[in-house]
């Protein structure tokens, strides 16, 4: 079994920081890709920062150029920080994994549980 687990929601304050981490960890073999999914109350889910294991990533267009994601291959572990950070940031934050648990698997997709990033003042 493959787990997605995060941390670093929170409540903050309009313009404060926040960084969020993602583990991935159990049956896996290789990784594609992990990224930050978004879910506000009532929208659809989006996609937030997607970061591949050679480095290529891809951004939203609310977030870019203030919210860098970054990657550890060896720990399997994805980070997003958010900075600037604006009430419209407020929603569940979902963790997303592309991989292959082994070898010979088709890719798939696997999720975290969500972490609150709350952003008020």
């Known amino acids: 079994q493959v787990q997605l687990v995060e941390s670093g929601g929170g409540l903050v304050q309009p313009g404060g920081s926040l960084r969020l981490s993602c583990a991935a960890s159990?049956?896996?073999?290789?990784?594609?890709?992990m990224g930050w999914y978004r879910q506000a109350s009532g929208k659809e889910r989006q996609l937030v920062a997607l970061i591949t294991m050679s480095g290529s990533t891809n951004y939203a267009d609310s977030v870019k150029g203030r919210s860098p994601i970054s990657r550890d291959n060896a720990k399997n572990t994805v980070y997003l920080q958010m900075n600037s950070l604006k009430p419209e940031d407020t929603a569940v934050y979902y963790c997303?994994?592309?991989?292959?648990?082994?070898?010979?698997?088709?890719?798939?997709?696997?999720w975290g549980q969500g972490t609150q990033v709350t952003i008020s003042s």
């Open positions: 159990g049956r896996i073999f290789s990784i594609n890709s």
């Open positions: 997303n994994a592309i991989l292959r648990p082994h070898y010979g698997d088709t890719l798939r997709h696997y």
